[in-house]
């Protein structure tokens, strides 16, 4: 059987990263460009307790209370933003704001 | 005799800052506050003249700390071109705020401009480093901004900026220059020290003082302005009100050469002698192609634009020779053609506030309506084309002389321009005075006022005195032509 | 927040009195400073170096809060929320500047610029504030994320959080150009360059600053871009020091890029805003260019020293130049320059202070800009480095090029005819904007005319890479 390493996590939240970021450049609706944002962010955490129990220390794992918190604020934030475009334009697809150019 | 020098700028600019104060309720005071202080300017400058310090070379007379950490300072000091250029500037400001007309004259923004372009210049001439020079150099571009951005005519638009890119596009190699010659200081003194002592000092390789020599030269050359360089010349000259175009003409031109015989050739001598023939054969081609432009000339102002690029050729030509002679010349063909263009300019000024138009073909025999104006305006085109007994003749015959050792052909060319001159003034003077009378606007014209003509006989009488009297001018720059010749000389020994 | 409505009025005075006072604190560190102070096991410093960028910081605030006064009273918008905000963020921007470690410095770059989402999208009817918040939010959480990416590899490699402990272990274990180092610091890079909005991360800020309320673009472009550019050094001289030469390079290119792309961009621009933020976005590639050439040559002090000289200089030209924009488009009643002929004859105070933050940022002395300018320069053809050399030759054309356009606004105002002139309209001119006018103006001459106040600096620069 293989023998599942530190560096099993590693590959996977950086494969995580990189569907996320991928995800980001390509779709248009901002509420999936967020889900995006939301995947990168959770696969920051996966490295950060997977090189914590590495280490065995509790420091990493500090770090992903203090991301979810940030991450939760951002949310609060971006879906407020969201919603009262939405309000305006009921939808929520980056590609009907083109009113500036240039 | 510190105090004295920064006074030239503490005085101008207090002045400046004064017509500011002033509400506009007493907008008649403005021009007397301009002329008294001006005088005081020119007060001093005729005291550092007979001082021990208007006859030698640049004496550095005081330092100040700037930036400590840098080991910056500023530095101020004289020498006789210096203290004849001041001089020449303070005279100019004080017979421009005579000369304009009252809708100029009671604009609190015009008279200031002028003052703090007074100050900027003046900064220019007492400048002992590189970096102040650099900075009253740059700063004198935001008043003369103003003057013909606001107060110009037609076109001021498009002239203005086409001024201040030319301009600053040199400006910014003249920065690049500062700022490497700075570095150059700190790998040999551990300090950023710019001023013309250290700098003479320096030891420079010989690619390092040809890229210095070139970064400086060309961003002095677009204000002498030298062939190519020189388009933006005409249009500002046209644009800008009568006191801009004598203080653009009289000095502003000078800053260019001023810079050249100050930083370039001295401080970069090899550079100087590595290029010096490029700059005569422009020179030379400036005097020509400016003559034969002015000839075709309808506007009187550009033709009087295009004869300055012509005179200043000499002026580079007399430079790039580098003889004893030809310096001194030089130099004193800077101070003559600033009293004849700046009178030329404001005589233009006075028969465009009466009539609206410098046309040529709309004037012709107005010496019968303004014979006085018209005798003033024969003598200083006799001054401009260079009649032996005239201050004009000197500074060309020194040239040419000086030249010739070393350029024979160019210098045979050269000597045409005067010919030229002689057809284009005297063209020019024929087809706007003698004659009958072709206008009917014209037969109303009023001969020049108190004002005007106390204004423009200081001039006059500087054109004679320097004419008849040429050893008393040349006594003061002697000493300063000899120094930057035989650093020529030295140098060409040492190769 | 707290307080009733009928005493909203308060709350900017409240707000301005808070932050002024919260100078009182730093003027009495500078006093009594004698040796850097470490809090929270050293992962928190009060340094000269974090004095001046917070006093930096403080004021810019304060002036942005004088901005404020009358726009805010004069839309109805929400009061107690929009000071409320931008104090956060003045927060974050304090955290940013004292922060050694990994934690403390992403808190602090996420406080300075969440608030800033908000206030981006404050003028909620309006179509283009709205796209121009959800573009600054979305590039901005991606940046955040990016920034915690690179983090977390660093976490990943050294075990540790804090600065002076990761940098040791990078050097002790050689790491130092190890690719995984590489990757973190092109990831810390990228996702602060959308803070600081260098090319070719920048696409944001000329959207977001048009949509956003004026006050809060000029904090935006200055606080907001001071905040990532401290960010910024500290990151790259406390952990990435040891591999230099390879993000050396990668900066030097960015620099040469968005110098080159903001300015020929805003040579286009007929909206003032876009205008500024095309050109704050050239005036980046100028701050970054020192740091970049220290990366390659090591002389950080140097590159920092040169760095925060100019951005402390830009930071109150640039909010003067907005100023002067919020001035004449209220006057003008339009968002095209070219409308705006002759408008300085309105007002000539308003009109010459426009012209010298215009040609300040255009770097004509006796401004503050030129030796701003100056000491860039200084250092990149100090390095004697050909990669140094070259990176000035790209600055001085673009100093050339930037002229056109700083010159053709203050050409406008004065010269062209009056279209937009009505001599029955009075021009507004609120005391606190002539006292933002007149702080940043008196700023702007005596940083040109008296350098030697940054000397501080040289010496503070020294005292932060020293510890």
């Known amino acids: 059987m293989f023998e599942v390493t530190t ?96 | ?75 101020l000091g004289i020498s006789g071109m210096s203290t004849l250029l001041l001089l020449l500037t303070s005279l100019l400001v004080c017979v421009s705020l005579l000369s304009i007309g009252n809708e100029h004259a009671e604009s609190k923004g015009f008279i200031g401009s002028l003052l703090a372009l007074h100050f900027a210049i003046n900064g220019v001439f007492i400048s002992g480093d590189l ?79 040809k890229t210095l020599f070139l970064l400086f030269t060309f961003g002095f050359l677009i204000k002498v302005p030298i062939f190519p360089l020189h388009t933006w010349l005409p249009d500002a000259h046209v644009e800008a009100p009568t006191a801009g175009s004598i203080l653009l003409a009289g000095v502003l031109l000078k800053v260019g050469a001023y810079g050249i015989l100050r930083v370039s050739i001295p401080f970069f001598t090899e550079g100087f002698l590595a290029y010096k023939n490029f700059v005569a054969v422009l020179s030379v081609i400036g005097i020509i192609y400016g003559a034969i432009v002015a000839i075709a000339q309808i506007d009187i102002k550009k033709l009087i634009a295009y004869s300055s690029v012509s005179h200043m050729g000499y002026v580079m030509l007399g430079i790039s020779a580098g003889g004893y002679l030809s310096i001194e010349g030089a130099i004193i063909q800077m101070i003559n053609h600033g009293i004849t263009a700046g009178a030329l300019f404001m005589l233009v000024g006075f028969l465009y506030e009466r009539r609206h138009t410098r046309n040529i073909s709309s004037f012709g025999g107005i010496k019968i309506t303004m014979p006085r104006y018209a005798a003033i305006f024969l003598f200083t085109s006799f001054a401009s084309i260079g009649l032996p007994g005239l201050n004009g003749f000197v500074g060309e015959f020194m040239i040419l002389m000086g030249s010739f050792n070393s350029y024979k052909f160019l210098t045979s060319i050269a000597a045409f321009g005067v010919v030229l001159a ?33 204004s423009i006989v200081p001039l006059v009488l500087l054109m004679l005195f320097i004419g008849i009297y040429p050893s008393y001018i040349e006594s003061f720059v002697i000493q300063e032509a000899g120094f930057i010749s035989e650093t020529i000389a030295l140098f060409k020994d040492i190769k | ?73 004069s839309d109805k918008y929400y009061q107690g929320e929009y000071y409320y905000l931008l104090l956060s963020s003045l927060l ?93 610091a092109i990831l810390v890079i990228s996702g602060i360059g959308f803070k600081i909005s260098v090319v070719p991360f920048h696409s944001w800020a000329p959207d977001t600053y048009e949509g956003a309320p004026l006050p809060v673009t000029a904090y935006l472009s200055v606080s907001s871009k001071a905040t990532g550019f401290v960010a910024l050094i500290i990151l790259l001289t406390k952990v990435f020091a040891g591999s230099g030469s390879s993000w050396g390079i990668i900066l030097v290119i960015i620099s040469g890029l968005t110098m080159t792309l903001g300015n020929l961009v805003a040579l286009q621009q007929n909206n003032p805003v876009r205008l500024l933020a095309y050109s704050s976005i050239s005036q980046a590639g100028f701050i970054l260019a020192p740091i970049a050439i220290s990366g390659i040559t090591g002389d950080y002090q140097d590159g920092i020293f040169a760095s925060v000289t100019y951005l402390i200089i830009y930071a109150f030209m640039n909010l003067g130049a907005f100023l ?100 029955e309209k009075i021009f507004q001119f609120e005391n606190p904007l002539k006292v933002v006018g007149v702080f940043t103006v008196l700023i702007t001459f005596v940083s040109g005319i008296f350098p030697g106040i940054f000397s501080y600096l040289g010496e503070v620069s020294s005292i932060f890479f020293g510890n």
């Open chain 3, 1 to 73: 927040m707290i307080l009733p409505r009928k005493s909203k009025y308060y709350v900017a005075a409240f707000a301005l009195l808070g932050t002024l006072f919260s100078l009182a604190p730093l003027v009495i560190q500078w006093a009594n400073y004698t040796s850097p102070i470490y809090a929270f096991e050293n992962s928190f410093v009060v340094d000269k170096f974090s004095i001046i960028l917070k006093g930096l910081f403080i004021l810019i605030t304060y002036l942005t809060f004088l901005l404020s006064i009358n726009f805010i009273e």
């Open chain 3, 92 to 184: 974050g921007a304090l955290i940013v500047s004292s922060s050694r470690d990994l934690l403390t410095i992403f808190i602090g770059i996420e406080l300075a610029s969440t608030p800033m989402f908000l206030l981006s999208g404050w003028k909620k009817g309006d179509r283009k504030s709205n796209e121009g918040a959800i573009k600054f939010f979305l590039l901005g959480v991606l940046s955040a994320s990016l920034i915690l990416y690179g983090f977390s590899l660093l976490y990943g490699l050294s075990g540790k959080l804090v600065f002076s402990e990761i940098s040791s272990h990078l050097l002790s274990a050689s790491l130092a150009n190890s690719p995984v180092v590489l990757l973190s």
């Open chain 1, 7 to 102: 560096d099993w996590y590693l590959t996977l939240s950086a494969i995580l990263f990189s569907i996320g970021f991928f995800g980001m450049m390509i779709r248009k609706n901002a509420l999936i460009m967020f889900m995006c944002i939301e995947l990168m962010l959770n696969a920051v955490n996966l490295t950060f307790i997977s090189a914590s129990k590495h280490f065995g220390q509790i420091d990493g794992q500090i770090a992903v209370f203090f991301v979810l918190v940030v991450a939760a604020a951002e949310v609060v934030v971006g879906l407020a933003i969201i919603v009262s475009i939405f309000r305006k334009q009921s939808s929520a697809s980056v590609d009907v704001l083109n009113v500036s150019r240039g």
């Open chain 3, 324 to 423: 002067s924009v919020h001035l004449f488009s209220n006057y003008a009643g339009s968002t095209n320059f070219y409308e705006w002929g002759g408008v300085a004859r309105k007002s000539p105070l308003a009109g010459v202070l426009t012209t010298v933050f215009f040609f300040s940022l255009a770097g004509i002395p006796p401004l503050g800009g030129w030796f701003a300018k100056f000491v860039v320069f200084r250092s990149l053809l100090g390095s004697a480095n050909s990669i140094g050399i070259a990176l000035g030759v790209v600055g001085a054309i673009n100093a050339v090029i930037a002229l056109v356009y700083y010159a053709r606004i203050s050409k406008v105002i004065w010269m062209d005819e009056p279209k937009s002139i009505n001599e």
């Open chain 2, 422 to 454: 002689a057809i284009y003034m005297l063209w020019a003077y024929q087809r706007i005075f003698t004659g009958p009378i072709s206008n009917e606007k014209n037969e109303s014209l009023k001969d020049l006022d108190i004002r005007e003509t106390l």
């Open chain 2, 1 to 75: 005799m510190t105090g004295i020098i920064i006074s030239l700028l503490i005085v101008p600019l207090f002045s400046a800052l004064l017509v500011f104060m002033i509400p506009n309720s007493r907008k008649e005071i403005f021009r007397p506050i301009g002329i008294v202080f001006s005088l005081i300017t020119l007060t001093q400058c005729f005291y550092l003249l007979f001082s021990d310090y208007g006859k030698t070379k640049f004496v550095i007379l005081s330092n100040y700390k700037w930036i400590q950490s840098y080991g910056l300072e500023i530095s």
């Open chain 2, 131 to 209: 970096i102040s020079l650099f900075i009253f150099f740059e700063a004198l571009l935001i008043p003369m901004y103003f003057l013909m951005g606001i107060w110009g005519g037609e076109n001021r638009r498009y002239a203005t900026i086409k001024f201040i890119l030319y301009t600053v596009f040199g400006s910014v190699f003249i920065f690049i220059g500062t700022v490497y010659a700075a570095v150059i200081s700190y790998g040999a003194n551990g300090a950023l020290a710019v001023d013309f002592d250290s700098l003479a000092s320096l030891a420079l390789t010989s690619s390092q003082s």
